[in-house]
Structure formats: structure tokens, C-alpha cells
């Protein structure tokens, strides 16, 4: 069990510009989740993956965030023309069933200036 | 709709004595419930959680949670804190077996201070 990896671990860009995310989830794990937390919140629910399909998404996530899994495996969630209230820490987690626990990346910080 | 209240942003024990971090949700159906702790620019790491049976249960690092079903309460204990306890404690929920998402609900998570 190598844990769950999150590429990169800070992201600095400018308003406007469209940035990517890479999760890495446990090699098993066919459940994978986007997760968004901002300082002194709880992690908000973005979206949801079994095996290739995406099968739930927030309304949080608008038109500019697109997340795919193309093959079941590794996940990637982009945002276009970012702006500073997309500010906040990206959390993704992996599990096996329903009832198992998520394990969780160390999550992408992102600052948009 | 499922949620999750913590109603202490923050709460304060000294080492050696008792805590408890409260705990109450709303989901549809029966819930599947999880004790998740976070350190500082970490991702939150699995305590325990409540699926089915008994409802009393344990978990890591000597934590505990007790489900009351007409409380509707997930409540975490420790019989006695560590100073290394201090960290962000969130509750989370989902509908469990059967449910139409798989989504899991998180409070708003409350910070753990024991003072030495």
C-alpha cells in the first residue's frame, strides 16, 4: 500500500490560467474522489469515480472543472481561467467498497493571484 | 439530504483527562459513519468508523465512537488525551448500503487542543 499520490503539492498561478492535477490512487481501488477544502472548512464533495465512469458531480463544480480517469487508473482534474475563489487545498481519495474508509492524498494547494 | 453538524469549532482538554468531539447527522436511510483526523497541510487520516452492529466502536490511536440511532449522534471519546491528540477532527456520513450516492459528507471538522 503506497497511498494515495497527489502531483503537485503547491500550485501558484494568475487569474485566467488553466491548471491540472494528478491523483495517483491505491493500485486496487477502483472508487476515486475529488474533494475541495478551504481553511477552517470541512473537505466539499466535487465528484466521484467507479473505475472509468464518472458518476457524481457537485454543483460546485462548474463548467471551468473537468475531471477524468481514462483508464480506471490515475485521475486528473482541470480548472480553466482560474480565479482567486477557486483558491483552496484539492483533495483526492481512493477506496475498494462502499463501506470502506477513503484514503486520502496530501493534497494540491492552489493559489490563484 | 445528508449533512453533518459539529457544534464545537474548538475544544479544549488537558492531557490524562477524558474528551469527547460531538457529532450529529442527517442522511436518508441507514448511515455509514467515519472519524477522520487532520494534521497541518496533511490530507485526514481514518479513525474508525460505524457501518452495522455493535454501537460501540473503537479505532486507532486509542479513539472510540458511539452511534445512538435516535440521537441521531456519532459522538468520538478518549478515555485519556495526549497531548499528540491535538489535530482537526471531522465527522463524515453516507447513506449506506442500498443508497442512490456514494457521496460521504463531511463537518466542518473541530480542533482538538490538549494542553499539557
Known amino acids: 500500500d503506497t497511498g494515495v499520490s497527489q502531483n503537485p503539492r503547491h500550485k501558484i498561478t494568475k487569474r485566467g490560467q488553466n491548471v491540472t492535477f494528478r491523483c495517483d490512487p491505491i493500485s486496487e481501488h477502483n472508487r476515486l474522489y475529488w474533494y475541495r477544502q478551504t481553511l477552517g472548512q470541512g473537505p466539499e464533495f466535487l465528484t466521484y469515480?467507479?473505475?472509468?465512469?464518472?458518476?457524481?458531480k457537485s454543483r460546485l463544480l462548474s463548467d471551468r472543472f473537468s475531471a477524468e480517469r481514462p483508464k480506471g487508473s490515475f485521475s486528473t482534474l482541470e480548472i480553466q481561467r482560474t480565479e482567486q475563489g477557486d483558491s483552496a487545498m484539492y483533495l483526492c481519495a481512493s477506496s475498494l467498497a462502499p463501506d470502506s474508509p477513503l484514503h486520502f492524498g496530501n493534497g494540491t494547494r492552489l493559489t490563484v493571484t | 439530504a445528508q449533512s453533518v453538524a459539529q457544534p464545537e469549532d474548538q475544544v479544549n482538554v488537558a492531557e490524562g483527562n477524558p474528551l469527547t468531539v460531538k457529532c450529529t447527522y442527517s442522511?436518508?436511510?441507514?448511515?455509514?459513519l467515519f472519524w477522520y483526523v487532520q494534521y497541518p497541510n496533511r490530507g485526514l487520516q481514518f479513525l474508525l468508523k460505524?457501518?452495522?452492529?455493535?454501537?460501540l466502536v473503537k479505532g486507532s490511536y486509542g479513539f472510540e465512537a458511539e452511534f445512538n440511532k435516535s440521537q441521531t449522534s456519532f459522538h468520538l471519546k478518549k478515555p485519556s488525551a495526549l497531548v499528540s491528540d491535538s489535530a482537526l477532527y471531522f465527522c463524515?456520513?453516507?447513506?449506506?448500503?442500498?443508497?442512490?450516492?456514494?457521496?460521504?459528507?463531511f463537518g466542518t471538522g473541530t480542533l482538538l487542543a490538549v494542553q499539557p
Open positions: 463524515a456520513v453516507r447513506q449506506g448500503y442500498g443508497g442512490a450516492t456514494n457521496k460521504l459528507i
Open positions: 460505524y457501518i452495522t452492529g455493535d454501537n
Open positions: 469515480f467507479q473505475n472509468e465512469a464518472q458518476l457524481e
Open positions: 442522511v436518508s436511510g441507514n448511515p455509514y
